[in-house]
T-cell receptor
Framework: DQQVKQNSPSLSVQEGRISILNCDYT??????FLWYKKYPAEGPTFLIS?????DKNEDGRFTVFLNKSAKHLSLHIVPSQPGDSAVYFC????????????FGKGITLSVRP | DVKVTQSSRYLVKRTGEKVFLECVQD?????MFWYRQDPGLGLRLIYF???????EKGDIPEGYSVSREKKERFSLILESASTNQTSMYLC?????????????FGPGTRLTVL
């Protein structure tokens, strides 16, 4: 049973435009969400996170939105740059559960120059 | 800066060999994790540890064991490597901030079992 779903395997956008990466979850106990970026042959790097007490968190070009009622979160990248081309993983955790993360399968973002 | 290092970037082993993957973090973190990443499957948790000599199974522990004798070091052991264990192995260490809790990853070990 996949508790964190990234239903689109890939996304292609033009440089300078907005990239919107979506993530859905099924476990209502999740209360903390993270996005990671991964280049080939490297480990994932942390991008941004959001707690369930908030519905938006911003860090530079990256904004994460959380809709708890819909069990949906999204990562917005504005403006998109070619260096943003990577695999993006959504992850979720339950407070107190030793901070175990449950990951989605990832989405490959390609930003065209 | 949090630093998580893994002993090898690339490894090639033969079926049946015993394989050790080592992970070291320099931030005195209590929680450490081992994942494997496979195309189309995302990151799957193999084992994690929340203290020295403490370990818990993740989602796919079969065929693996772990060792945590010192706080900074978390080892993943493949007792008898098999071809279906060919994968990218990622170690992570947990940072607890006041507002955030984040896992930081090492560079990964690409293991090929022939």
């Amino acid at each position: 049973d996949q508790q964190v779903k990234q239903n689109s395997p890939s996304l292609s956008v033009q440089e300078g435009r907005i990239s919107i990466l979506n993530c859905d979850y099924t476990n209502s106990m999740f209360d903390y969400f993270l996005w990671y970026k991964k280049y080939p042959a490297e480990g994932p790097t942390f991008l941004i996170s959001i707690s369930s007490i908030k519905d938006k968190n911003e860090d530079g070009r990256f904004t994460v939105f959380l809709n708890k009622s819909a069990k949906h979160l999204s990562l917005h990248i504005v403006p998109s740059q070619p260096g943003d081309s990577a695999v993006y993983f959504c992850a979720a955790s339950v407070a107190g559960a030793n901070s175990k993360l449950t990951f989605g399968k990832g989405i490959t973002l390609s930003v065209r120059p | 800066d949090v630093k998580v290092t893994q002993s090898s970037r690339y490894l090639v082993k033969r079926t049946g060999e015993k394989v050790f993957l080592e992970c070291v973090q320099d931030m005195d973190h209590e929680n450490m994790f081992w994942y494997r990443q496979d195309p189309g499957l995302g990151l799957r948790l193999i084992y994690f540890s929340y203290d020295v000599k403490m370990k818990e199974k993740g989602d796919i522990p079969e065929g693996y064991s772990v060792s945590r004798e010192k706080k900074e070091r978390f080892s993943l052991i493949l007792e008898s490597a098999s071809t279906n264990q060919t994968s990218m192995y990622l170690c992570a260490s947990l940072f607890r901030g006041y507002w955030t809790t984040t896992q930081y990853f090492g560079p990964g070990t690409r293991l090929t079992v022939l």
